[in-house]
């Protein structure tokens, strides 16, 4: 694996392996198995989300950073196919 294992980053390395790496970034799930972010469906993302946010009586660094760097695939997803939409309107005329 690269520099962007989970376990051992703190808030700021990990936002800057996101800002190097982007959505290939690895996430790791639960049961140990390392998968990039782009290779993870919208329903896990959000289910990825849920886990952080329910885990947060502790909120550390890496969780804060996870949390954004997981909404911020998301919102990135949403905006491609809100741009996929507009584009198909204008080339179809509807």
């Not at 952080?52 to 196919?81: C, F, P, Q, V």
Request: hydrophobic fraction near 35%; charge should be positive.
């Amino acid at each position: 694996m690269e520099s962007t294992k989970v376990h051992f980053q703190n808030y700021t390395s990990l936002l800057e392996d996101y800002k190097e790496s982007g959505n290939s970034l690895y996430w790791t799930m639960e049961d140990g198995v390392y998968i990039r972010i782009k290779n993870m469906d919208d329903e896990y993302l959000n289910h990825a989300l849920k886990t952080l946010n329910i885990k947060r009586k502790h909120i550390s660094g890496t969780r804060s950073a996870w949390i954004y760097i997981l909404e911020d695939e998301l919102m990135k997803r949403r905006i491609n196919k809100i741009k996929r939409i507009k584009k198909n309107i204008l080339y179809n005329g509807i």
